[in-house]
């Protein structure tokens, strides 16, 4: 069973090791000042979205919608509710690492409210991600268009926060390489994945599809991060970051949901290495400079660099500069200024050599990205 902390406990032991990939049995404000400041990289938070339902809800048929009616999606008003908010995002900000992100899930009752929230307390708001279900609810009282989409706020810890993980080549090479949009399509939760008890009735009442964690999680997270779900429910969050061989940590309160949550995550098996490493492009590799190619001797002062087809030749300098015909540069301003271009992608215009054949520069530079990859 997947480790079940009592929040008693958890204030005596601070050390990551006792709590992370463990659901903190407690209320989720107090839980999270239990925390250590900076200690989690993502967060996936489905707040209670304080519905408003106005008495009970019949299909045509007269049968009873088993609807959201639990006592902790009850708030006795909106005042309440956004002090509620506010705590909670508090908190979580605290906990969350500088260059972190969170998200938030909610209806079009609370996710507004939420927003404007999270801008308050200086979140900067990155997207707004549609969830389109493909199996939504029917209006059954037919006064209203029917509910068929939920709203995530994605946003980083503030504005001054560049360095977020976003897994943008990866995501557009699953999506038939065009860009992944803000739109996405999933049913909700059904079938065999949906939990039950013993009654056959539903475990917890908005059960959120894994599908739709594992984007979420894919898109901004790397394995071993520690994603922190303040509202863990029925574990989805813990299934899938543990499968996706994250780290995760859950806040919940109510004993039943930590129940059934600890057998999921127990019975779920994380992905190989090879299934987990995440597809970066150019823009995610460590940035190389010309001059730390020969500081590593993989080339030299004097050396003659020409362009694959032997057009243009120039020789490298001590100080890391190009020169050509009385003119001296980057490798990229030379490479344009010898082609009479505006413009010029000095790693791949210019060649060495290698006794053989040429060779690009851009393989020198790819030698020692390896050797960082190695140290980190």
Known sequence: MAAVLPLADLKQQVRPDTWLNSIIKGDCVAALEALPDHSVDAIFADPPYNLQLGGTLHRPDQSLVDAVDDDWDQFASFEAYDAFTRAWLLACRRVLKPH???????SYHNIFRVGAMMQDLN?????????????????FKGRRFQNAHETMIWASRDAKAKSYTFNYDALKASNDDVQMRSDWLFPICSGNERLKG???????????PEALLARVIMASTKPGDVILDPFFGSGTTGAVAKR?????????????????AAARIEAVEPLGKAELTVMTGKKAEPRVAFTTLLEAGLVRPGQVLTDERRRYSAIIRADGTLA????AGSIHRLGAKVQGFDACNGWTFW?????????????????IRNDLAKLG
């Open 351 to 367: 060649h060495f050599d290698d006794g053989q054949s040429l060779q690009p520069i851009d393989a020198l530079r790819a030698i």
């Open 244 to 260: 996706l061989g994250r780290n995760f940590v859950g806040i919940e309160r109510e004993q039943d949901y930590i129940d059934a």
């Open 198 to 208: 013993e009654d056959g009735k539903k475990v917890h009442p908005t059960q959120k």
């Open 324 to 327: 050509a015909n009385g003119e």
């Open 100 to 106: 972190g992100t969170i998200w938030v899930i909610g």
């Open 123 to 139: 979140f900067w708001l990155l997207n707004d991600i549609v969830w389109r279900k493909t199996n939504p609810m029917p209006n």
